[in-house]
């Protein structure tokens, strides 16, 4: 992936821009989002915080639901929840319609909790255990993604006689996405996935089960992709392995980039669903039911994370060093993915800074070069674009306690996470000589 940015500093609109639709500036030159001005919501929650506009998140997922039922009305959205685990995320998502995509029994748990329809959960991992298999399968998941022939294995065992377990098989499509290697995930001797012959031979093992029926197939090229070339071809790569039947599911998994920085210009969601619709009819039956999988470009936009400046040093480039960092947003160290940020008061303008982080890492630097008009300490600083992968990604690295989240709507704000407080980060840890230890080395003699 290249990253670049441009050098001078950003007209407040175009930053404005970048923040979830319906953000403005108050007369007093203030960011306000979701109706709720930044500065207030930083008062009353603290920092760091995740802010989500409620609004933005729904708008998002209408404009995929819409983008299908007008292009291939045979079809189902069904949100990566692994982009933005979080249970009221999930709940808004599926109130709009979507099913829910899961990796482990974690995110499995999560959307049970969300009260997601187990029958639009699709259940994804390269390495499911038993125990989540069989969690899946008794939860009633309506779909499960064979990545190997393990799963078959164990799903053969686990499903019980006179039952029959929908699945899909995941193809390894052969597919170089433009993305970081990090988010590639379609390309030969990936580990997500069968490659051809074997997927054929997978397939053929699931058309003999009489517990799994082989419902179709599955492929998923990468994260972060800004050109809609890539997910065509695969779909070409599945319509290419034919002989599943006129009403045969392809899962056309995820992966449409969204817009970080000022010079990102990703597909629209109605550019990206006509790319994959276009492809089904030239490639697919014409009964076929199509599932996508956005994550990142359901959430990311509709999201910002809150910071305060801590320090400000004088230097080479002005560092800013705000009360977060790495441990609630990896996307630019995993990823070297490029954000904007501006103080909240006074957006636009201002020379490059360096916008670091409270770990104690020199990779912990949040965004390099950005350009903040007179950053001081105490100033609230706002990254927009974090809702996707920061909050599943954060972590308690330095005693972080990882941040709340908060939706805001027509100028109310609830919180739907709280701050992780210290008595959590220890919660884990049993107490020394006490019975739960005694009892893990019985065995021992
Ligand atoms: C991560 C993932 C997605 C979502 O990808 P995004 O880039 O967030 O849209 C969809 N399907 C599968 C199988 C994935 O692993």
Redesign the pocket.
Known sequence: MTVTHRPAPAPAADLVGLFPPGSHLDRDGELVVGGCRLTDLAERFGTPAVIVAETALRERARQYVRALAAHWPNSQA?F?S??FPCTAVIRVLTEEGLGV?V?GGGELAAALAAGADPARL?V?GNAKTDEELAMAVETGAGTI?VDNHDDIDRLERLVPAGAEQRVLL?VIPDVEADTHAA?A?GHRGSK?GLAVPDAVRAAARLRASDRLRLEGL?A?V????LETAPFARAVEALGALGELGEHAVY?L?????VRYTYDDAPPSVEEYVRTLTDAARAQLPKGARLLI????????GAALTLYRAVTVKPGPRTLVAVDGGMGDNLEPMLYGQRFEATVATRVGGGAPCDLVGRHCESGDTLIRGVPLRDPRPGDVIAVPVTG??CYSLSNNYNGARRPPVVFCHAGTAREVVRRETYEDLLRRDVPAGGEAQRTAVAGDG
Do not use: I
């Open positions: 069904v990566a692994k982009a995509d990796a699709v994804h993604v995941r988010m995930t997500f599955h998923h990468g994260s972060q992709l899962d998994g995820g992966g449409l980039g999988e956005p994550g990142r470009s359901l959430v990311a996707a992968y």
